[in-house]
Nanobody
């Protein structure tokens, strides 16, 4: 069993910053790609960012480009999402995702095939 546990969510004012973390535990798996998705109230889940095994490839959705940064620490099987200049529209439950063979681009366009998901952490951005 593999578990992904997110942390770092909370309430922040618009323009502020938050850093999310996701730690993988359980059966040791060297994930090809780890990433983040989010789901705002009343909306479908959407892709946010993904990063390759060696961190050489990252992909960030246009709506957060320049404000969000994804990184990972393979030694700790952890992926991070640094979120700056937060906007009210960034309010959502943020989910960690990981897959042992999926590419960064594939995670961005085919989330239905992602193998592992966290339970999510709530980010609320107030005006």
């Amino acid at each position: 069993q593999v578990q992904l546990v997110e942390s770092g969510g909370g309430l922040v004012q618009a323009g502020g910053s938050l850093s999310l973390s996701c730690v993988a535990s359980g059966r040791t798996v060297n994930f090809d790609t780890m990433g983040w998705f989010r789901q705002a109230p009343g909306k479908e889940r959407e892709f946010v960012a993904a990063i390759s095994r060696n961190s050489a490839i990252t992909y960030v959705v246009n709506s957060v480009k320049g404000r969000f940064t994804i990184s990972r620490d393979n030694a700790k099987t952890t992926v991070f999402l640094r979120m700056d200049s937060l906007k009210v529209e960034d309010t959502a439950v943020y989910y960690c995702a990981a897959d042992p063979i999926m590419s960064v681009r594939a995670m961005g366009v085919n989330s239905g095939n992602v193998d592992y998901w966290g339970k999510g952490t709530l980010v609320t951005v107030s005006a």
